[in-house]
Each structure stands twice: as structure tokens, then as C-alpha cells.
């Protein structure tokens, strides 16, 4: 069997043994690791458990005070830093405050994040309140707020998405199915309220007025002088345009209309001459053509 103790005292052969050196076999002993690597191990550990404890504050002839597992986790181990924990099991615990860092990978198959910054993460279930990330995948997620730079999605449902893009949004495959209040193309609708354009006022410039049909389809003109319409820009096929020219104040101003307007058999509407009356013009446009109608003196 291996030394386990070292006794510090040693007796000559056919010497004297005196009653200090037999006492010295036990005040002098030093224990030696063949006490401990020579115990049959455990196989599991319970927090009840007792161990021994080398008190730092304790002298070199002090002996080792007692502690239960539970305590040396609780104390020693929660305000410590490792740099070299592998975990082959589960690690449940309650709240984590710090940084936490996973160098290689993480999996987190339920659970709540309150924030999580990562350029890659796998999350396969849970929620995360404020997420900023790089690339995220997962078969499930609920992001009640933050910033998704680029989402891509194979299945899912968003019940509420609001975005400023700076780009534009692309739905390459599938269909996008747009609530009761959402206009989309290609689609009959019916309007439950009212929808209208906010009429843009024309200004007269050097005798000319031009008209930006891109910029509204209602458009008012005051006729101060006599003036001419010119060419309009960005027509759209088949889109309707309104004009509502109100007279000047002394009335018998003209309005003349470049060649891009035209009028039934050719003939160019006169304007009422009334201080303050009003004309209103209609149009529907084939892209470059305003074809239009009068319907003159409201007053």
C-alpha cells in the first residue's frame, strides 16, 4: 500500500525510543495523496454533501474547516470568471446578469432574450424583445421591437410589420395577401370612405402655367392675365385629370392651351369673363394627349 503519511520522525536501529518521539508520531504527521487517490470515488454528488475546506484566513497548523457543496457553489463559484467551461448536459439557471460569450455556438430552444446583439444566430424558439443582429435564421420568431436588416422567410406569419425602407420590397415568390385596409393592385375593391386628391395650385410664370401631372390629378388655376397652358408633364395613360380655373379679379383674362390639349371638334373653350367665375376642365390623357371638356360659369 502506498505511504499515506508522512511522520516525520524516524528511530535508530537498536535505539532509544523516548516518550517525545512517540508523541511525535502523531504531532508531526504530514498526510500524504495516497490518502485521497486511494478512496473509492463517487459517482454522483449531492449538495448535502460535506468537503473540506483550507480557510484562507486559517494558519498552517489549523486544521481544514467543513462546507457542503451547495455552499461552495453558492459563495465561491458565483462572483468568479472561467475562461474554459464545457458543458456536456443541461445548464438551467434564473437570471443572468453580465456577458455572457459563445465562442463557437449556441442553441436556445426556448426561452426569453431581452436584448441580443450577434451576427449569426440560430433560434429555433423564443422571444427577444430588442434584436440586432447580422444574419438570423430560425423556424420561428417574435420580435416585438428592434431592427431586421434583411429579412428572408420561408414560412411564418408577421402579424404587424411597420418599415421605412430605404429600398424596395420584394415578394419573388408567393402571394401577399393585404388587409381590408391596404389598396393593391390587380385587385376590385370597394371603398367603405371617401378617397380623394388634395388639389395642387397651378402658378402662372411669365404668362405660362405648367402642370406637373405627376404631382396630383386636381389641380386650381386664378387666371391674373392672359396666360397659356403649357405642354404638361409626366401624363399617364388613361388617368382623368380636373382643372378648376376661377376668373381674376376684373375678369376678361384668356387662357390659351399648347398642342398636347385637346378639345371636342377642335375648338379651344373660352374662359367666363365674370370677376370670380369659375371653369372646370377635364381631361383623360392617352400618355402624351390631355383630351378635355368644359363645363363653363359657375358663379
Known amino acids: 500500500m502506498a505511504i499515506k503519511f508522512n511522520r516525520s520522525q524516524?528511530?535508530?536501529t537498536n535505539g532509544?525510543?523516548?516518550?517525545?518521539g512517540l508523541h511525535n508520531l502523531i504531532d508531526g504527521t504530514d498526510i500524504y495523496q495516497a490518502l485521497i487517490?486511494?478512496?473509492?470515488?463517487?459517482?454522483?454528488?449531492?449538495?448535502?454533501?460535506?468537503i473540506l475546506i483550507a480557510d484562507a484566513s486559517l494558519t498552517a497548523g489549523d486544521a481544514p474547516r467543513q462546507t457542503t457543496v451547495s455552499n461552495l457553489f453558492d459563495d465561491a463559484l458565483s462572483g468568479g470568471t472561467y475562461t474554459g467551461l464545457n458543458l456536456t448536459g443541461n445548464l438551467t439557471f434564473g437570471t443572468a446578469t453580465g456577458n455572457r460569450t459563445v465562442s463557437t455556438s449556441a442553441t436556445i430552444t426556448t426561452g426569453t432574450i431581452p436584448n441580443l446583439t450577434s451576427s449569426t444566430a440560430t433560434i429555433t424558439l423564443g422571444t427577444i424583445p430588442t434584436l440586432t443582429a447580422g444574419t438570423t435564421t430560425g423556424t420561428a420568431g417574435i420580435f416585438t421591437s428592434g431592427t431586421v436588416a434583411t429579412l428572408n422567410s420561408t414560412t411564418g406569419t408577421i402579424g404587424n410589420l411597420s418599415t421605412t425602407l430605404a429600398g424596395d420590397m420584394t415578394i419573388s415568390q408567393g402571394t401577399a395577401t393585404a388587409g381590408t385596409r391596404v389598396a393593391v393592385l390587380n385587385t376590385a375593391q370597394q371603398y367603405s370612405r371617401a378617397h380623394n386628391?388634395?388639389?395642387t395650385a397651378l402658378t402662372i410664370t411669365s404668362g405660362t402655367v405648367p402642370w406637373d401631372l405627376s404631382q396630383n390629378q386636381v389641380a386650381t388655376l386664378t387666371v391674373t392675365t392672359n396666360s397659356t397652358m403649357?405642354?404638361?408633364?409626366?401624363p399617364q395613360a388613361g388617368s382623368t385629370y380636373?382643372?378648376?380655373?376661377?376668373?381674376?379679379?376684373?375678369?376678361?383674362?384668356?387662357?390659351?392651351f399648347s398642342t398636347a390639349y385637346k378639345f371636342p371638334s377642335g375648338t379651344v373653350p373660352s374662359l367666363s369673363t365674370g370677376s370670380s367665375q369659375v371653369d372646370v376642365l377635364s381631361f383623360v390623357s392617352n400618355g402624351t394627349v390631355l383630351y378635355g371638356v368644359s363645363s363653363?360659369?359657375?358663379s
Open 16 to 20: 532509544t525510543v523516548t516518550a517525545a
Open 197 to 199: 386628391f388634395a388639389a
Open 230 to 234: 403649357n405642354t404638361p408633364t409626366n
Open 10 to 12: 524516524t528511530f535508530p
Open 242 to 256: 380636373v382643372m378648376i380655373v376661377t376668373q381674376g379679379t376684373g375678369g376678361s383674362n384668356t387662357l390659351s
Open 296 to 298: 363653363q360659369n359657375f
Open 37 to 50: 487517490t486511494d478512496q473509492p470515488s463517487l459517482t454522483a454528488v449531492d449538495p448535502a454533501d460535506s
